[in-house]
């Protein structure tokens, strides 16, 4: 007789595995043949921290400050410079293994949500296939999936309702990228709902003080740090750098006054979507899909408002606009329009490539956050 714990490997179960399995060579050999490009943040940004690390001592350099990602990131490069291993290869490795864990965990997600092998092994494959997650780590050495995966990690928590580990994963994206914010909205709703308590948030702090330890243990202080977050908000100050959102057809303008108008226009649509959400008696964790739905809306919203937004700040919503798709097929379109917003708008910094006009890829844009939101509230509807 089965135990409970015993399982029951079906020829489904077996064809998806061998699936997977033969897509993630496919998706290594990829990646590898992207290794020799080098874009521009390598050369004047990843490569020199990369080198002023393993010159200063690996992790002694760290006691010092390098550049302005936040200590995690640089945990990570100063173990890469032990290694025998040329720096651009290191730095897109290290990417690219995020690449995979990113691809775990949604395909996590969708067979928790839909219990089908097949969706399963094609979302772990269109994510590791995806033009927009393999550019930007193979090909031009950014860390986006980064900070996406431990967000990916936190919303399968949330529908596994494991509160502690959820949180614990949002303060580990947070203390990577400060763009992990953009979900923050979503989780504030399901805190507000009490179906995360509030009593479990200190997890959220303590887990960013742990990521920040070593550093503050090698010299650094945590004033420092938080201003690297401050400084980040402030370094660029066009309203937009090649992202296609609200302000994209006034790209390469610079001007304080929208610029802080903006960011309080931006909270109060989230107000507005967070109070809508409030009015409704549904539970949002009694639907997977009004889950997906919100935090891939917010994640697309967020950074469609927001000004000084760069191409690769579309990330977390392509991943979560993908979970949305594959959760309900029906909604496919919406990973189609995202992906054609990301990739074209990497165009111009990537490969020199002229956007005609910017307001269609913005417009695109828009559509696809009109669609999650139509979603969002007939999902709404159904929970209630």
């Not at 874009?39 to 200063?56: A, V």
């Not at 293994?97 to 097949?118: E, R, S």
């Not at 937004?309 to 379109?333: C, N, Q, W």
Request: hydrophobic share 55%; with cysteine; charged share 10%.
């Amino acid at each position: 007789m089965l135990g409970k714990k015993d399982i029951i490997i079906t020829r489904e179960m077996l064809f998806a595995f061998v699936f997977m399995a033969i897509i993630s060579v496919l998706a290594a050999v990829t990646r590898l043949k992207l290794y020799p490009s080098v874009s521009l943040d390598y050369i004047y940004f990843l490569e020199p921290w990369y080198n002023t690390i393993k010159s200063n001592g690996g992790f002694a350099a760290l006691s010092e400050p390098i550049g302005n990602y936040t200590p995690p990131y640089f945990y990570l490069l100063a173990f890469l410079t032990y290694l025998p291993f040329e720096p651009l290869s290191a730095i897109k490795t290290l990417s690219c293994i995020f690449d995979f864990l990113l691809a775990v965990y949604c395909a996590k997600i969708i067979y928790l949500v839909t219990k089908d092998y097949a969706k399963t092994a094609i979302t772990y494959s269109l994510v590791l296939f995806l033009p927009t997650v393999i550019l930007n780590s193979a090909f031009w050495a950014q860390c986006d999936s980064m900070y996406t995966a431990f967000l990916v990690m936190c919303i399968y928590y949330v529908l596994a309702k494991k509160d502690y580990a959820a949180i614990a994963m949002f303060g580990i994206a947070f203390s990577l990228k400060l763009q992990a914010i953009f979900i923050a909205p979503f989780l504030l709703i399901l805190l507000l709902k009490k179906e995360v308590p509030f009593i479990k948030l200190w997890v959220f702090p303590l887990t960013f003080l742990l990521m920040m330890f070593p550093a503050i243990l090698l010299g650094d202080n945590l004033t420092r740090i938080l201003n690297i977050y401050f400084g980040q908000s402030q370094q660029y100050p066009n309203l937009t750098y090649n992202c296609a959102n609200v302000w994209a057809f006034v790209s390469g303008v610079n001007n304080a006054e929208i610029s802080s108008s903006s960011v309080l226009m931006t909270g109060a649509v989230c107000i507005m979507l967070i109070y809508y959400t409030l009015t409704k008696k549904s539970g949002i964790l009694s639907s997977h899909r009004l889950v997906l739905t919100g935090t891939a809306m917010f994640a697309l919203g967020v950074a469609f408002f927001l000004p000084h937004m760069h191409e690769r700040y579309y990330f977390p919503a392509v991943i979560f606009t993908l979970l949305v798709s594959m959760a309900d097929t029906k909604k496919f379109g919406f990973l189609v329009l995202m992906e054609y917003v990301s990739v074209m708008s990497y165009a111009p910094f990537l490969f020199g490539y002229s956007i005609p006009n910017w307001s269609i890829l913005s417009g695109i844009a828009a559509l696809v956050l009109y669609l999650l939101f139509k979603d969002y509230r007939n999902l709404l509807k159904e929970a209630g």
